[in-house]
């Protein structure tokens, strides 16, 4: 009989909710099979069995919340386990055993029938999303084990198609549940973990941080202007657009450097100022916010920090991110201009003491001297800072610092 435990995921994680099931009783699984999706503050982690066997228990239901070291599942190795629990058989019982049975299908879960099909996990998994009954799916194998590859093969009839079409609730019907404190159709839904945490750090900053924000504004002909005649080359040559954030990656580095109170954070009574630039990249995943880190932005070029980027950002969008893709940022750039904003206050990103704005591009009328208007690509950018270390003369220098920067972004190619 093999336990499977809760491991040790992060430093500061010691507990998470159960997401979903990725095995059910009775399943056959092998060594490095995902059996269980677990919820952590910061990333959904698929947890693998460490041996194979037959799935025997499972102690915990989605939702519940576990610790680093909780049983959650039994595995049994034994083959003999394998052939009860995988295919159970229905021979003839005696009274005693049949009355025993019928007293423990209360506190113990069902085991699959015996035409239930072998699927491996992830396939499983598969299915449950797709809606797809593994009955009907054929299988590949020799051993005649269903895996994903079968699933996304599976085509279902127009009986079966207009059958799911049919269960299928419409929201409006999703909708009209009553409520005792509402007199008209509300819907509960539980707030999932990571969405508590944002919500939870977010006032904690609010509360203890001494959060400021001063503004300004970047001219970004010049940006656009370099950026429309080198795409084309940059994405031959690297594989990988040429973005805007990019050129704010490499105006932030810089700045960081002549301002390095703004890449520190505070312990206790002592700062902590950071050597290195590993810049957070603030992106909207289905899940809620994360914050994906570029590290040693510093030490790369235009084209290594688009790819960063652009894989972190899928990653984000897949719900892939790893622990260490969230971990250890110093500064974070958010984009709110991607969405149609054209001015905000972002909120730290704590422990970082510093957070700058994008947004919008608009052209505006400006003054070009005393005698010249012209319409230029404008966008105001913020600074949100925390004042217990930096003062206001050194964040509004450090954001003049990063406009200067970009409406000469030839200067850029400097760094790095």
Do not use: C
Request: aromatic share 4%; hydrophobic share 40%; net charge negative.
């Amino acid at each position: 009989m093999i336990e499977i435990k809760v491991p040790e995921l992060a430093e500061s994680i010691t507990e998470g909710t159960i997401a979903q099931w990725l095995i059910n009783i009775g399943d056959k699984v092998i060594k490095g099979d995902s059996v269980v999706e677990l919820e952590t503050d910061k990333v959904n982690i698929e947890l693998n069995a460490e041996y194979s066997g037959v799935v025997t228990k499972v102690l915990k239901e989605p939702g519940d919340i576990v610790e680093v070291g909780d049983v959650i599942a039994i595995i049994e190795e034994n083959t003999a386990a394998e052939a009860t629990s995988a295919v159970p058989t229905t021979p003839e019982k005696p009274a005693e055993v049949e009355t025993f049975n019928q007293q423990s299908t209360q506190t113990e879960p069902e085991l699959p029938k015996a035409n239930s099909p072998i699927a491996s996990p992830a396939a499983r998994k598969l299915a449950r999303e797709l809606g797809i009954d593994l009955t009907q799916v054929s299988s590949r194998d020799p051993l005649g084990r269903i895996r994903p590859e079968d699933v996304k093969a599976y085509t279902p009839t127009p009986a079966v198609k207009e059958e799911l079409k049919m269960e299928k609730p419409s929201p409006k019907q999703a909708v009209k549940q009553m409520d005792d404190e509402f007199d008209k159709p509300v819907e509960r839904v539980k707030m999932s973990r990571r969405r508590q945490t944002i919500a939870k750090r977010l006032v904690e900053v609010q509360h203890t941080a001494a959060m400021l924000t001063t503004f300004n504004e970047v001219d970004m002909s010049a940006v656009m202007d370099l950026r429309n005649q080198r795409k084309d080359a940059f994405f031959e040559k690297h594989g990988v657009r040429l973005g805007f954030m990019s050129f704010f990656t490499k105006a932030v580095v810089s700045a960081l450097k002549q301002f390095p109170l703004l890449n520190a954070e505070i312990q206790g009574d002592e700062l902590i100022l950071k050597k290195f630039y590993d810049i957070g990249i603030a992106v909207a995943a289905p899940e809620g916010l994360v914050v994906p880190v570029v590290r040693g932005a510093n030490q790369k070029n235009f084209a290594e920090i688009e790819q960063d980027i652009s894989n972190l950002g899928k990653k984000a969008r897949d719900n892939a991110l790893t622990l260490n893709d969230l971990q250890g940022g110093t500064f974070t750039i958010t984009n709110g201009g991607v969405f149609g904003s054209l001015m905000s206050t972002p909120i730290l990103n704590s422990p970082q003491v510093g957070i700058l704005g994008m947004h919008k591009i608009q052209t505006r009328p400006i003054a070009i001297d005393k005698e010249r208007m012209e319409n230029r690509p404008m966008m105001y950018i913020a600074l949100s800072y925390d004042h217990r270390i930096v003062d206001g003369k050194e964040a509004v220098s450090f954001l003049v610092a990063v406009k200067e920067l970009l409406e000469d972004p030839t200067s850029l190619l400097l760094e790095g």
